[in-house]
């Protein structure tokens, strides 16, 4: 894909000491316009990071129709560039934008345009411990129209973000709620895209696990409160009895890459896995029992992420007293030694940019 360039002459500082999660953006933007009546995508460009113009009709901010991805660009000791399974997320994000009657971004497009703006801003990846540029690709509807449709015309983009650990805790353990009043996802739903708005249905659940002094949200299925499922930003692990159980992935999860990754890692190390339904009660009742070892988050942006303790109904688990278990750092370390090109990539997972 060609893509037209527009320069900035005043070129942004660099941010110095802890980066935290998204607070920074560097100095440009990737935009490629969609117009059903134009034939599809056009105007493919790179243009300085900034405010962008919309109609205040546009469909995006009445009916929500947009969807979003999140990969890093990782810069290895010996200086290359690597991206992580991109074509995961270019499929991942096709099936957003069909749940979402949102045209379909090509794969071609998708990490085309990744791969030009990450060689223009390869000066942004920060090689700090465990840091990396974000990528966020997003598409969202621009059509002018408050009738409800699916739209006519829509703005792909991407921006990028130099980032470290995504909680304040940094790669420690967090404290985990689980929710059993509001819900996330309901089978048939949109719970297996990445839209904005299953984020924004998200926030009341997570506000109150912050009153309550908790870092993040552990859903349950919708239908029955029963089931475990996801975290607020990542999938869900846990190791019982030395066995690996993770939520499936039949419609109200999201298919996480990392999580993915993961599980054919803990595969390849000879772990049984249990891609099903496991009960809160019954999580609850291996964590008396003791048998519940470790449990981690895994997702782009938080990684591998150790979890210390979960709430339930006033009932609190704390898990390998809230430390980070050894299997936990294993697949820390192994996961990131292939992310940042230190150990041997045997599975071909990264893709490095050129
Ligand atoms: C990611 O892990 O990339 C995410 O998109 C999760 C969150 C920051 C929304």
Not at 186 to 209: D, H, I, R, V
Not at 286 to 306: K, M, W, Y
């Amino acid at each position: 894909m060609e893509m037209k360039f527009e320069a900035r002459s005043d070129l942004k500082e660099k941010p110095q000491g802890a980066l935290g999660f998204g607070k920074y953006y560097t100095d440009y933007m990737a935009v490629v316009d969609y117009d059903e009546d134009q034939g599809g995508f056009h105007d493919a460009r790179i243009v300085p990071f900034g405010p962008i113009e919309l109609n205040p009709a546009s469909m995006v901010l009445h009916y929500a129709q947009e969807t979003f991805e999140g990969l890093k660009a990782y810069k290895t000791k010996d200086g290359r560039i690597l991206l992580f399974r991109p074509e995961k997320n270019a499929a991942r994000f096709a099936n957003s934008n069909d749940r979402l009657s949102m045209p379909k971004v090509s794969e071609e497009m998708f990490i085309g345009a990744i791969e030009e703006l990450v060689k223009l801003e390869k000066d942004w990846i920060p090689t700090g411990e465990g840091e990396s540029l974000y990528i966020r690709p997003y598409m969202f509807a621009t059509e002018a129209q408050v009738g409800v449709h699916p739209a006519k015309s829509y703005k792909f983009m991407v921006i990028c973000s130099p980032v470290g650990a995504y909680y304040p805790e940094g790669v420690a353990p967090v404290k985990i709620w689980v929710e059993d009043e509001y819900v996330r996802a309901a089978p048939g739903g949109t719970g297996f895209t990445k839209c904005g708005g299953n984020y924004a249905g998200s926030l009341k659940a997570q506000e109150k696990a912050e009153a309550h002094g908790y870092t993040q949200v552990l859903w349950l299925d919708g239908v029955n409160r029963k089931y475990v499922e996801e975290v607020g930003s990542m999938n869900v692990m846990f190791v019982i009895d030395n066995k690996i159980y993770t939520a499936p992935i039949e419609g109200t999860v999201l298919p996480g890459v990392t999580r993915d990754s993961i599980l054919h890692i803990l595969k390849d190390w000879g772990y049984e896995i249990h891609e099903e339904h496991l009960a809160i009660e019954d999580l609850m009742q291996a964590a008396r029992e003791g048998r519940l070892q470790e449990a981690f988050g895994t997702g782009t942006a938080a990684v591998v992420s150790p979890v210390g303790e979960l709430c339930y109904k006033g009932e609190k688990a704390v898990i390998n007293n809230f430390e980070t278990g050894p299997l936990t750092q294993k697949v820390y370390d192994t996961l990131t030694g292939i992310q940042w090109g230190d150990l041997e990539d045997k599975y071909g997972w990264t893709r490095e940019v050129k």
